[in-house]
């Protein structure tokens, strides 16, 4: 049995899903920590299109075959590995009177959206891996 049955596409996306919404905490956790800032602009990562694309196969990261020699890769893996999201300034119409765009209620808002999905993906892997365990054990 080929091992790259075990860690199929779900994994990899939930893997990458994980890797995405902690860069992501940490920008809004920069936007939080500049809300006194004067002429600071928010921003967010932005990848969830990125990674819908990369799962239908259609982003443009899949490495282009150049040489007769080179082995064309299975799948959607790597397109998914080469996601990286995109930084997005949030441009606001509630600046104070220090140009600052960060609304502390918007942030705190996508901070926990953004915490709610991680452990949800968190938690999808550990019931993936749980799976895998069952199925080589025999047992939960």
Not at 8 to 25: C, F, G
Not at 126 to 131: A, I, L, P, R, S
């Amino acid at each position: 049995m080929p091992i790259d049955g075990l860690f199929n596409t779900t994994i990899q996306v939930l893997a990458k899903s994980i890797d995405m919404r902690a860069k992501n905490h940490t920008m809004l956790s920069a936007n939080l920590a500049n809300a006194e800032t004067p002429n600071y602009t928010p921003s967010v990562l932005s990848f969830e299109d990125e990674l819908k694309s990369a799962l239908k196969g259609k982003h443009g990261g899949t490495p282009a075959l150049t040489n007769p020699r080179h082995i064309p890769l299975k799948g959607n893996s790597s397109s998914i590995q080469s996601v990286q999201g995109e930084v997005v300034n949030i441009a606001s119409s509630d600046t104070g009177k220090d140009n600052n765009g960060v609304v502390l209620e918007t942030e705190m808002t996508q901070l926990a959206e953004n915490q709610i999905m991680y452990n949800a993906s968190v938690q999808m892997l550990e019931n993936k891996f749980t799976d895998l365990k069952y199925a080589i054990t025999g047992s939960k």
